[in-house]
Every structure is written in structure tokens, then in C-alpha cells.
């Protein structure tokens, strides 16, 4: 018998979730949810998970009320104003809100189940989101946000009609850009896509054109030709994608909107969808962990607003509001990427970089390797030390190690003079779930001396989840914090939470710790390497047994870099490196590492993927090598070299500037 499921909206999701969701729809469950009341346009779940048929609310004219929530994840709008409903204990009395707008669409869905019984869980969907009346022209300011318009139960029960929509799609940038796999300016990417129709079969003439007003990328080939789609069937562009250049312009971690429009004779439909472009951040996500890691040195999120990124994701459920590194030597000499006092959602800037996070898999140390390169040089002049950092994260995928994620910091000094006393430390604020309100209120934490592992958990749940870090290089350091009224969250109060020792509080409460290294000497060009391990575990034991081989995995790491950098410093990984100066006239230089000897080949092209020109192709021996690029025969514009080693390649842009 199906089942009707009616579920509330609210701002958090998680894979668990989604996965009930398929689960229920496989057994034949329809899933009809709240779009919500935000008086936005936010995200909501569970209207915003696939599958779920997400209700917008619209007042007896057809229009929107203020309170609803809009966005391209609506499926149907119904009426939600004054609606004359049950209430507890027993009686009855006038509600608004998109949870009333919700059981009308419930209730049409099992009327079209009841005339249509042939039809699946998503079919049922459909079938009453593709026979809505248009209500655009009397919502302008919300065209195409309101779902396909307001449901109408005689055409749910009479129509015939198709019903396409995209039912998953890739992107990818090996034609038109370096094949990294990350969405940059100056490359034009390709989008893969499969479409499903649900209903009766389209025309011959059946198109999906792809469209966007977003003003930092042109649509190259907009248009993709279904034909005739039966129902049920599916068709995919692959042989004919559709085509975006991004523009040179193009701001950091920028989130394009698409919009394709299904045209056929009478039919016609929309659908939203978005891809990060020129992102600076990657996640780790192949053992139980997933973590978001930035290239300026925040963990979780790119900012407080969680813009992007995962957070911290372990046990089905994000874990952290915020983390981040901070490096300090005294209560002003201090750079961070995490929270101030200046407002209430403001974070320090002080690191910078010109690179994405590059993960590469399977990696070279681990499973799965990660790196970036950032400076201090954001900072004022006040707060700079005079740092350059290389990051590296390593993830392990075995049993016992999958509980953990490594993070290296190779810190040089390029201040100019000698540094004493530095101490480099993680802040995390966690917010370990748990079955209650405010579950971060909940929250403790507390530091291990035995395993240099700080950690947090939430106090009033018998099931917590255990999240941690542990310092795997150098004097381990911890600063309990509570998030109350009194948190100082200046400098000279972050130099404390590096610098004091071991301090724990004993507070249940939204709960922050701090946990450093140090302190470290570092001689002016010299550099200094320090690691922590990041960790989850379903109790305390996982987590100090994910301690313990994080340490122990972390030695043979280090035994492995030291032996590298002793032997005549052959690098350890491949690796190709961004030229500089860049832009340049006429000469830039190249740097490449080879880590064994290999036959090099290294090539320019032009910016429609013509060779310039060979620098190198020969074999060479392990080693860093460094070659001179003169362009003076080359006009103004976008170039790039790549380099082949083997089964690695990578390719840079660069630019030349008569």
C-alpha cells in the first residue's frame, strides 16, 4: 500500500537523511515537505532533498505571502494563509504558514495515486508538479521560484503531458581548461548531463536549453536536442555538452546559477541547478571523516556564514561551526583566519594565497593528498610576523586509520630576522550534535596530557559522537573556552589560548578549545614543521585508539620526510609549480619537482589548445628543476604549460602582458 510521509522543513540536512529519503521512495513512499517560513529565499530540508516534493505557500490571490520560502528547489506552490485546521487538544482555529499549504499537496497527490494507481512514487510527483497554473506574471519578483506554479487538481486528474527533468550531470574541465578538476577563470568547462522523462513521451522537437544571468561566465553551447523521450527513458548530452567559458574576473569561490528550460509544443519547464567555480577549498572525503580544508587555513567552512565547504563531517552529521590556525610569538604578533570581536559573524583575514587546495588520489603519502601554500601577508603591519606556510593534509583509509585526518604545517620564516617563542595552534568550535534544542549548549570538553588530545562531546546524549585533535609535533598546548558573554576574542587573547599551557574547563556549555604546538625557534629563512591529527570516534576508546594511530602513522610519515630531505633534497611528490613572475613580459621561470627519474615533457599552448612550444622532453633525474620561458615572439594573452611524467600531468595557466 503506498504511504504518504509528511514531513516539516528546518535549515539542517545531512546524508542520513537523504538516505531515509531514497529509502522510503524505493519502497513507495511519497515524501511531501514544507519549502518553510524563513521570509527567504534559504535553503531548507527536508524540502530541498531529492525526491522531496518541496510546498511553497501562496495567499487566495495566488500571490506569495511574505513568510514563505522561495528558491529554486520549490516543486508547487498551495495555499497557506488562514487555513481552517485541527488544533491541540481539541479544538479548531485559523493557521498560515507553508506547513498548511503542505497537506493540500499530500491530499492531491493521493487523489492522482487513487485515479492513477499505475504510476511510481516519483511518477505521482510529477504528475502534479507538471499540471500547476503558471502564477509567474503575478509573482515577477519570484519567476520560476515558486515551483512550477499552484497546484490544480482537475488538471492533476485530466492531462496528459511530458515531465524532463535532469536526473544527474558532471562537470568537467579537460577540454577547455588544466584537467584538475577545479573550475577556474579563463577556462571553459563542459557540463555532462542525463535527463529522465517521467510522463508521457515528448515530440520530436523536445529541447533543453541551458541559461544564466550570472554575469562571470557565457554559455557557449546552450542547447541540447532530446527528440523523442519515452516514458521512463533516459538521454544524455554526453556526445554533445553543454559548453561555459568563466570569466577572467571571476571572485573567489562563486557559486553560478543555471537554469534549464525544457520547451515542447505546449510544455514547458524549468529547473535550477549550481556549480562552485574558481573554489578555494577541497574536501576530504574517502574514509569516515569528511572535512572541508580552505587555502588560507580554515577547516570546516569558508566563513562564518558557511558559505561553502562541509564542515566537519562524522557519524552522519556536521560536527564544527568553525576552526582555523592560528601562529603567534607575543599578544600583537599574532595571524589567525578565525573569529574577532568586531561584529557578531567577522573573521581575521591575515593569511593569503594565489592557489586552490589541490587534492590528489590516491596521493603519494596517503590515500588521499592535499596541499596549498599561503603568507601572512594579509595581516597589518602591526599583527605580520613574516610567514610563509606550506599545508599538507594526509587521509588513510584502512580500519584503524580511518578515524583520522593529518595536517601538516611547514612553517618558514621570511621576516628577516630570527623568531623565538612561536606557537602555531587549531581553534575549533564544535558543536557535537545531540538529541536536543540547542544541542550545542550541551557540549563539553576536556584534554588528554597522556595523548596530547583535546577533545568534545555532547554531555546529555547517550550516543555522542567524540571529536578531537591531537598535536603530533612538538609541546603540546589546550585553552578550554566557553562562548558566553565574557570570550575575548582579540589578539592578545588569542596569544593566551596559544601560549598558557594546559587549561580545561568544566563548563556544559557552547563550548571552543584551542590546541597549539609549541613554542618553536625558527632562524630567519629556516622553517619549522609542526602536525596535528584531526579525529572522530563513536565513544572515547575509538577516539584515543584514533589518537594513538594517528601518532604512530604520523612517525612513519616523518621518517619518510626526513629521509627525503637529507638525500640530496629530492623532492617527494611530482609536482608542477606556478611561474613567476605572473603575469610576466617576456620572461617568466618554471619549476617542476621529480621525485624519481622520469622522461619529462614539458609544452606551452595557446589558449584554443595549440602547442607553442617543447622545453623539455627528455629523460631527467630525481630532483627540483628550474627552466627560463622567453615569450618575446608571443603576443598578449592566456597561455598554459603542462607537463607529463608518467601517469602524472598537470597543467598551470599563465599570462602574458606586452
Not at 529541447?207 to 523521450?229: A, M, R
Not at 546529555?460 to 562562548?483: D, Q
Not at 568544566?506 to 571552543?512: C, G, M
Request: charged share 15%; with cysteine; glycine share 8%.
Amino acid at each position: 500500500m503506498q504511504q504518504l510521509l509528511i514531513v516539516v522543513g528546518g535549515d539542517g540536512a545531512s546524508q542520513f537523511e537523504q538516505e531515509v529519503i531514497d529509502s522510503a521512495l524505493t519502497l513507495g513512499a511519497i515524501v511531501v515537505a514544507a519549502a518553510g517560513n524563513t521570509y527567504s529565499n534559504d535553503v531548507q530540508y527536508p524540502a530541498s532533498y531529492d525526491g522531496v516534493i518541496s510546498v511553497a505557500a501562496i495567499n487566495s490571490s495566488d500571490i506569495k505571502p511574505n513568510y514563505s520560502t522561495y528558491n529554486g528547489f520549490v516543486d508547487v506552490s498551495a495555499p497557506g494563509d488562514g487555513i481552517y485546521s485541527t488544533y491541540y487538544p481539541s479544538g479548531y482555529t485559523s493557521l498560515t504558514g507553508t506547513s498548511m499549504a503542505t497537506p493540500f499537496v499530500t491530499g492531491l497527490v493521493a487523489l492522482v495515486k487513487s485515479h492513477f494507481p499505475h504510476l511510481n512514487s516519483l511518477q505521482l510527483g510529477e504528475q502534479v508538479r507538471v499540471s500547476c497554473d503558471n502564477i509567474n506574471s503575478l509573482n515577477p519578483s519570484y519567476t520560476d521560484l515558486l515551483g512550477k506554479g499552484r497546484i490544480n487538481a482537475l488538471k492533476a486528474l485530466t492531462i496528459s503531458s511530458p515531465s524532463v527533468r535532469m536526473i544527474a550531470y558532471s562537470v568537467s574541465d579537460s577540454g577547455g581548461g588544466d584537467n584538475n578538476g577545479i573550475f577556474q577563470p579563463d577556462e571553459t568547462i563542459s557540463i555532462f548531463a542525463t535527463f529522465k522523462n517521467y510522463l508521457s513521451p515528448t515530440n520530436a522537437g523536445a529541447t533543453v536549453t541551458l541559461t544564466t544571468s550570472d554575469s562571470y561566465v557565457q554559455i557557449i553551447d546552450g542547447s541540447f536536442p532530446i527528440g523523442v523521450l519515452n516514458t521512463l527513458a533516459t538521454v544524455d548530452n554526453n556526445f554533445s555538452p553543454f559548453h561555459v567559458h568563466i570569466n577572467s574576473n571571476v571572485p573567489p569561490s562563486h557559486e553560478v546559477v543555471f537554469k534549464l528550460l525544457t520547451s515542447d509544443g505546449s510544455y514547458s519547464d524549468h529547473q535550477f541547478f549550481s556549480i562552485l567555480i574558481n573554489p578555494t577549498f577541497a574536501t576530504h572525503n574517502i574514509n569516515n571523516i569528511e572535512v572541508s580544508l580552505t587555502n588560507i587555513g580554515r577547516i570546516g567552512f569558508t566563513d562564518l556564514y558557511q558559505t561553502s565547504g562541509s564542515g566537519f563531517i562524522f557519524g552522519g552529521d556536521n560536527q564544527l561551526f568553525e576552526g582555523g590556525l592560528i601562529i603567534g610569538y607575543s599578544p600583537t604578533k599574532v595571524v589567525d583566519v578565525i573569529r574577532n570581536d568586531t561584529c557578531g559573524y567577522c573573521q581575521d583575514n591575515d593569511f593569503y594565497s594565489s592557489q586552490v587546495y589541490n587534492m590528489v588520489y590516491p596521493g603519494i603519502i596517503s590515500n588521499q593528498d592535499g596541499s596549498t601554500v599561503f603568507s601572512d601577508s594579509a595581516a597589518s603591519p602591526t599583527n605580520k610576523i613574516g610567514l610563509k606556510v606550506n599545508m599538507y593534509s594526509y587521509v588513510f583509509t584502512s580500519p584503524d586509520d580511518s578515524n583520522y585526518i593529518i595536517i601538516r604545517y611547514d612553517i618558514k620564516n621570511i621576516s628577516g630576522s630570527d623568531i623565538t617563542g612561536l606557537y602555531a595552534g587549531l581553534f575549533f568550535d564544535w558543536d557535537i550534535v545531540g538529541n536536543q534544542t540547542n544541542y550545542w549548549s550541551y557540549n563539553m570538553t576536556t584534554f588528554d596530557v597522556d595523548l596530547n588530545l583535546g577533545y568534545a562531546w555532547n554531555s546529555g546524549n547517550s550516543n555522542t559522537m567524540y571529536c578531537g585533535a591531537r598535536v603530533l609535533e612538538g609541546p603540546a598546548g589546550y585553552k578550554g573556552l566557553v562562548n558566553n558573554a565574557s570570550i575575548s576574542l582579540n589578539r592578545s587573547a588569542k596569544w593566551n589560548w596559544l601560549s598558557s599551557g594546559v587549561v580545561t574547563t568544566d563548563s556544559i556549555a557552547d563550548i571552543h578549545f584551542v590546541i597549539s604546538s609549541g613554542p618553536h625557534d625558527i632562524a630567519n629563512d629556516a622553517s619549522k614543521r609542526i602536525a596535528f591529527a584531526i579525529l572522530g570516534g563513536r565513544n572515547l576508546l575509538e577516539l584515543q585508539s584514533s589518537a594513538e594511530a594517528a601518532l604512530s602513522k604520523w612517525i612513519l610519515i616523518k621518517k619518510l620526510l626526513d629521509v627525503e630531505e637529507k638525500s640530496i633534497n629530492i623532492p617527494i611528490n611530482f609536482a608542477l609549480k606556478q611561474n613567476y613572475p605572473n603575469p610576466f613580459n617576456p620572461i617568466t621561470r618554471i619549476e617542476y619537482d621529480l621525485p624519481i627519474e622520469s622522461k619529462v615533457n614539458l609544452r606551452i599552448f595557446d589558449i584554443l589548445g595549440r602547442e607553442i612550444s617543447t622545453l623539455v622532453n627528455k629523460d631527467q633525474k630525481a630532483g627540483a628543476y628550474s627552466i627560463e620561458f622567453d615569450a618575446s615572439h608571443l603576443s598578449s594573452g592566456v597561455y598554459f604549460y603542462r607537463i607529463d611524467v608518467g601517469t602524472f600531468s598537470n597543467t598551470k595557466k599563465f599570462i602574458l602582458i606586452r
